[in-house]
């Protein structure tokens, strides 16, 4: 399994040009927290990067919010936050986890787009259940032991804590 922390001298903010991180790759500065974090920054940082540089600080960001039922086929399982009914993303760019996207999905609501500040985190610690889907198991039921990669896999994830409707 791949461990991505930040090291104990590096912090969300950090100014310098490059951080290592253990998977032996280098990603850009990590961005500030003081403000919503730019989702052109958080693209360049990937999905590993991201993970590195905030792990599960909270983080808040302005954009398009867009859900639609899908019937999601999951390659992982376990954490609540997971959905296996809708598909959320912020402006195209980061995928949303969590009760607060998923439950804009409800009743006969098939498809939704608005504009919100979306609060949440990376590495949430839901995440230690993760395990790979055996082929013909349900989704929506705890996979049993834990996977290391599935794992790994989940902390990369964005779990929405919070989201609020912008005019």
Request: charged fraction near 15%.
């Amino acid at each position: 399994m791949l461990d991505f922390h930040c090291p104990s001298s590096r912090r969300p903010g950090d100014q310098s040009t490059r951080l290592p991180t253990t998977a032996g790759t280098d990603v850009p500065a990590c961005p500030s927290l003081d403000e919503p974090v730019d989702l052109a920054a958080l693209q360049a940082l990937g999905p590993t990067g991201s993970l590195t540089c905030f792990g599960n600080h909270e983080l808040s960001m302005i954009g398009w919010v867009e859900c639609w039922r899908a019937a999601v086929d999951a390659r992982v399982a376990g954490p609540s936050w997971l959905s296996t009914s809708s598909i959320c993303e912020l402006n195209g760019i980061l995928a949303l986890n969590g009760f607060p996207v998923s439950a804009l999905i409800a009743g006969p609501t098939d498809h939704w787009l608005a504009r919100y500040h979306v609060r949440g985190h990376f590495d949430d610690p839901e995440s230690a259940a993760c395990g790979w889907i055996p082929f013909g198991v349900t989704v929506d039921r705890p996979v049993g032991t834990p996977n290391p990669e599935a794992v790994s896999l989940c902390r990369q994830l964005f779990v929405v804590t919070d989201l609020t409707k912008l005019d």
